[in-house]
Nanobody, 119 residues
Framework: QVQLVESGGGLVQPGGSLRLSCAASGSILSINLMGWYRQAPGKQRELVATMTISGGRTNYAESVKGRFTISRDNAKNTVYLQMGSLKPEDTAVYYC????????????WGKGTLVTVSS
């Protein structure tokens, strides 16, 4: 079994910063890609940022470019999302996603962590 566990969400004022973490554990042979998605109330889940594990190639949503940074610690099977200059419209549940090679290659999701940007 593979698990993704997110942490780091919470309440922050506009203009503030937060760092999210996502650790993958379980029967993992390798990880191809890890990333973050978010879902605001009444909206569809959307991509925030992804990173390839081997080459470190990144992809960001236009709405977060220049404000958010995705990074990884391969030794810990962990991906981070450093969020800065937060806006109320960044309020959402943030989900970790990983494409993991075990017996097969499967897309896994974490349970999500809530980020609320409000004064």
């Amino acid at each position: 079994q593979v698990q993704l566990v997110e942490s780091g969400g919470g309440l922050v004022q506009p203009g503030g910063s937060l760092r999210l973490s996502c650790a993958a554990s379980g029967s993992i042979l390798s990880i191809n890609l890890m990333g973050w998605y978010r879902q605001a109330p009444g909206k569809q889940r959307e991509l925030v940022a992804t990173m390839t594990i081997s080459g470190g190639r990144t992809n960001y949503a236009e709405s977060v470019k220049g404000r958010f940074t995705i990074s990884r610690d391969n030794a810990k099977n962990t991906v981070y999302l450093q969020m800065g200059s937060l806006k109320p419209e960044d309020t959402a549940v943030y989900y970790c996603n990983a494409r993991i090679v075990a017996l097969t290659t499967t897309n896994y999701w974490g349970k999500g962590t809530l980020v609320t940007v409000s004064s």
